[in-house]
């Protein structure tokens, strides 16, 4: 089983956002000595409890700060940007960490109407333009642009010998079409919406066309994951992310709150039966019930590679979280 991390760099309620970027550093040099295999960073705007804006700055210093990790974005939101910037960006990440750099691409605005129109400069760039925008990145990458396009003669610089591996974000068969029609590798968000998982992958692998870059589908599922040695501490440490979740939702707060403040709050009906619902969006145990759960969504989405959320307060106990997986891992893969 292949591991890898989805960072948010999130913000703890007392920490501030410079501290949250340490973290960030600390975690992918962390989980590389354990063995993980890719490192990403999101990208999340106008937002008090999620450090991480700039997915390309971030890369860098994440790649820089390592050795062998693979390092990319969960994603750039495309639908924001020009595909010929992105490409330039990730062309020069990728001459500076060659075999090293991931070009995840989300559809997602970004934020809400006000924030995405700062965003792309008051300019009204569709959604439903996310597929089209895809192909053009990748001819960018490539240089395949067709002669009849408007930007033919253009290419993303410098040239490289090579290029990122690209995947698209989804949530939906919608998704999963964006990505096999395009030839690239397709991430399932299982820790935003879980249901329907089964019909979206079949449907990216039922429709995958090969690209220059992908001859086969390929496939990654991202999910929230609390690991701790006994059911009951991991329980009280996601007791934080189920917080945090509600808050999120509400739009009201994105910094993670402590246990201390969580223990502290009266939930109500409706909230308590909201938890109950996300934790359908996470796995939380000791290490073999987490492997075991794993397993059994590797069986069911023929897929050995998972990229691990873990949003708790106690940063040291996410580290411990991931080391306890990584261990139990190594010790029973066979």
Not at 12 to 34: D, N
Request: glycine share 8%.
């Amino acid at each position: 089983m292949k591991l890898g991390v989805l960072d948010q760099s999130p913000i703890s309620k007392g920490q501030s956002a410079e501290q949250a970027l340490k973290q960030t550093i600390e975690l992918a040099q962390w989980t590389e000595s354990l063995g993980f295999k890719r490192y990403w960073v999101a990208e999340h705007h106008n937002t008090n409890g999620l450090a991480g804006s700039s997915p390309e700055v971030l890369i860098s210093h994440v790649a820089s700060q390592t050795s062998r990790i693979r390092v990319g974005s969960g994603g750039v939101l495309l639908p924001q940007y020009s595909p010929l910037k992105v490409a330039e960006s990730f062309k020069i990440l990728q001459a500076l960490f060659p075999g090293r750099i991931d070009l995840g691409l989300g559809r997602s605005p970004g934020g809400g109407k006000k924030t995405r129109a700062a965003l792309t400069d008051g300019f009204d760039k569709p959604l439903s333009s996310f597929s089209r925008q895809v192909k053009e990145l990748q001819d960018f990458l490539y240089g395949t642009i067709p002669k009849e396009h408007a930007y033919y003669g253009v290419s993303a610089k410098p040239h490289t010998s090579d290029n990122p591996d690209i995947w698209v974000l989804g949530l939906s068969e919608r998704g999963a079409r964006h990505a096999a029609i395009n030839g690239t590798g397709f991430t399932f968000g299982y820790f935003i919406n879980p249901e329907h998982a089964t019909e979206t992958l079949y449907a990216y692998r039922e429709k995958f066309k090969p690209s220059v870059g992908l001859q086969e589908p390929k496939v990654n599922v991202c999910v929230f994951v609390v690991c701790a040695e006994t059911t009951e501490k991991a329980e009280e440490l996601a007791l934080s992310q189920d917080m945090w979740l509600l808050q999120v939702e509400k739009g009201l707060e994105t910094r993670v709150p402590s246990i201390s403040e969580v223990k502290g709050h009266t939930f109500t009906v409706k909230e308590l039966d909201k938890i109950k619902r996300n934790r359908k969006r996470a796995i939380i145990g000791t290490p073999e019930t987490v492997y075991r759960k794993l397993k059994q969504l590797s069986e069911a989405y023929q897929t050995d590679e998972f990229l691990l959320i873990t949003n708790i307060f106690d940063f040291e106990a996410k580290k411990h979280s991931y080391k306890l997986l990584a261990d139990y891992i190594a010790n029973n893969s066979n």
